[in-house]
């Protein structure tokens, strides 16, 4: 991998850093770097439309197979967590710890940094893929191509509030 910070990165070291490190998968990352890190962070909403795609799928080949809006819900909710390794569940869960904890700023940094979950995590995790479940049940209820466009949309907006917040000018 390159490390020259000021050389700009093409469009394919982007879509590389952005699959290779937005999802599980075998993408070989050529460049670790500001550069392909910035490149990728403005791709990262090409790798929330595959997951997207995946997920409503998953949602929609459950309907084909005779279950529930429920049921095909769930499904798509799984698909993200396998794809990104729960990247996501588990940042949201440290976070949460963190800011749970009612501690000063250093000890909840300390605790968002350690590798077990705690309660505010796990309670935090079960209400938000609750909630997820019956957004995309509500889709699914409709259809599944309604249901498919739901888990898409859900999946792009997220990882477009990733390249908003990875902007110059938004502290780390």
């Known amino acids: ?6 050389a700009r990165a093409t469009t394919g070291d ?3 850093f952005a699959f290779g490190t937005l999802t599980v998968l075998p993408v070989r990352l050529t460049r670790w770097d500001r550069a392909a890190a910035r490149g990728g962070m403005l791709a990262a909403p090409l790798a929330g439309l595959a997951v997207g795609v995946c997920a409503g799928a998953a949602g ?5 197979l005779g279950t529930g809006p429920a049921v095909a819900a769930v499904a798509a909710a799984a698909v993200p967590a396998v794809l990104t390794r729960g990247l996501h569940l588990d940042g949201l869960a440290d976070v949460a710890d963190g800011l749970g904890s009612g501690r000063p700023a250093e000890d909840a940094l300390r605790i968002m940094k350690q590798s077990d979950i705690g309660p505010f995590g796990v309670v935090t995790l079960v209400f938000v893929l609750l909630g997820q479940a019956a957004v995309l049940a509500g889709g699914y209820a409709g259809g599944g191509a309604r249901g498919a466009l739901t888990a898409v949309v859900a999946a792009v907006a997220a990882r477009c509030a990733l390249t908003l917040a990875a902007r110059r000018g938004v502290p780390a």
């Open 1 to 6: 991998m390159t490390d020259a910070p000021s």
């Open 60 to 64: 929609w080949l459950f309907l084909l």
């Open 14 to 16: 982007a879509l590389r």
